[in-house]
């Protein structure tokens, strides 16, 4: 059993920068895909952000891309989403998700087995 805990929410203004941690319990965290997911008040949970088992493949949502990086340390059963220039809009309950088996795409939550429990980001103007 795989357990996600993330971190590092908080509130900032816009055009600022957070970092989100996503620490996982499993010692097979290397053989997971990671992804991180986010959803505000009213929306569908959308996906922000995804990075293959290495970290040598990174996939991002237009909205975010060139604001956003996705890495990970599996030294540190660690996955983290550096947020800079954040907007008003991006303000929601960022989750993490980790899958085992391969997908051709990384934005569809109901392809991930394992999520965490959210952390809140809120962007104030």
Do not use: H
């Not at 920068?17 to 929306?43: E, H, I």
């Not at 569908?44 to 493949?57: C, D, H, K, L, Q």
Request: hydrophobic share 30%; with cysteine; net charge positive.
């Amino acid at each position: 059993q795989v357990q996600l805990v993330e971190s590092g929410g908080g509130l900032v203004q816009a055009g600022g920068s957070l970092r989100l941690s996503c620490a996982s319990s499993g010692r097979t965290f290397s053989t997971y895909y990671m992804g991180w997911f986010r959803q505000a008040p009213g929306k569908e949970r959308e996906f922000v952000a995804g990075i293959n088992r290495s970290g040598s493949s990174t996939y991002y949502a237009d909205s975010v891309k060139g604001r956003f990086t996705i890495s990970r340390d599996n030294a540190k059963n660690t996955v983290y989403l550096q947020m800079n220039s954040l907007k008003p809009e991006d303000a929601a309950v960022y989750f993490c998700a980790g899958r085992y088996y391969y997908s051709a795409t990384y934005s569809r939550p109901d392809e991930y087995d394992y999520w965490g429990q959210g952390t809140q980001v809120t962007v104030s103007s």
